[in-house]
């Protein structure tokens, strides 16, 4: 979101290619926010984490699922002590996030850009 941002607070227009936003509504008080949410990647060694991360809610999964998921109610519970992933009551929250999680990264690990499937 930098480049953007930058280009637009000069009245430049940012190259189409890029994949972030400007943030100049967020700095001019217009906007909270230009995003629906933010993703973030880790690696601990071979297990591969990618998480997105909403006003209401944190969702993790490790190498996309198959080692285990963390949800996270980030208004009730912001110290992230309490794991809702496997609570039947949380099914749609989590369902919805890990569509963000798989609409955001392929499986093979790389972002979509302008929404087509594989590597940039």
Not at 10 to 30: F, I, M, N, R
Not at 53 to 76: F, K, S
Request: aromatic share 10%; glycine share 10%; hydrophobic share 30%.
């Amino acid at each position: 979101d930098l480049y953007p941002t930058l280009a637009d607070l000069c009245g430049l227009e940012a190259p189409k290619y890029l994949d972030g936003k400007s943030l100049k509504p967020v700095l001019d008080g217009t906007a909270l926010s230009v995003h629906e949410a933010a993703f973030t990647q880790v690696e601990r060694g071979a297990v591969h984490g990618t998480s997105v991360r909403t006003v209401m809610y944190r969702y993790t999964e490790w190498n996309y699922g198959d080692n285990g998921a963390q949800l996270y109610d980030m208004i009730n519970d912001p110290f992230q002590t309490k794991n809702l992933a496997n609570d039947p009551k949380y099914a749609q929250p989590r369902a919805e996030m890990h569509g963000m999680i798989e609409a955001h990264w392929p499986r093979d690990g790389w972002p979509k850009q302008d929404g087509k499937k594989g590597k940039k």
